[in-house]
């Protein structure tokens, strides 16, 4: 429905920080980022309402990620701090009618960004 773009993406060190964009052609009432590695199924990272009043985290990132939108310039985005080698994976933005965790809910997807995290 709606078209994104994620930006932001990069190679640091175990323990290191990334903030990633996503640019979007327009806003839905939901906005997630989940992730894939090599070998593994989408998992999921983070979501939030339209207001930006509710989140929700996967427990593997819980207390590390932090995922905010602005929708004033259709942006939503994911800082991620004390990055370890198991987060490295593509991270994908997601849009749809809810935030849940389950990768269905979601009918637009961006390309993707590399994120590898060295140890």
């Known amino acids: 429905q709606v078209q994104l773009v994620e930006s932001g993406g990069g190679s640091v060190q175990r323990g290191g920080s990334l903030r990633l964009s996503c640019a979007a052609s327009?806003?839905?009432?939901?906005m997630a980022w989940f992730r894939q590695a090599p070998g593994k199924e989408r998992e999921f990272v983070a979501a939030?309402?339209?207001?930006?009043?509710?989140?929700y985290y996967g427990d593997s990132v819980q207390g590390r990620f932090t995922i905010s939108r602005d929708n004033a310039k259709n942006t939503v985005y994911l800082q991620m701090n004390s990055l370890k080698p198991d987060d490295a994976a593509v991270y994908y933005c997601?849009?749809?009618?809810?935030?849940?965790?389950?990768?269905?809910?979601?009918?637009?997807w961006g390309q993707g960004t590399q994120v590898t995290v060295s140890s």
């Open positions: 939030i309402n339209w207001s930006g009043g509710s989140t």
């Open positions: 327009g806003s839905r009432y939901g």
């Open positions: 997601a849009a749809g009618n809810y935030y849940g965790s389950d990768s269905r809910e979601y009918d637009s």
